[in-house]
């Protein structure tokens, strides 16, 4: 069990950006939240309530993140690999 969830965790980091992983984290524990926050409903409806505020925040944290994300990308990091290109080409020539 040990060896396949260590192989696993390893394919992760080999397969995501530190972009993603952050993301998949944020998503992992408002699911993990939710969990906690119904069965704590059963006996404290007060603590499921402050549970529910925290994972708000997670969300609204993994949407900022979300379009922090897609903005860079698209003016940032396109600018500077198109600037890259054009180095490129002018060093060859």
Sequence with gaps: MNRILKQNLIEWNRNYNTYQKIQHIYLAASVLLVFVAGASSLFN?????????????????????????????????????????????????
């Design 45 to 93: 409806f007060e603590s499921s309530d402050q549970i529910i505020l925290i994972i708000k925040a997670l969300l609204a944290v993994f949407v900022i993140n979300l379009l922090t994300y897609i903005l860079s990308k698209a003016f940032i990091f396109e600018k500077i690999g198109s600037m890259r290109n054009r180095n490129t080409k002018n060093d060859k020539k």
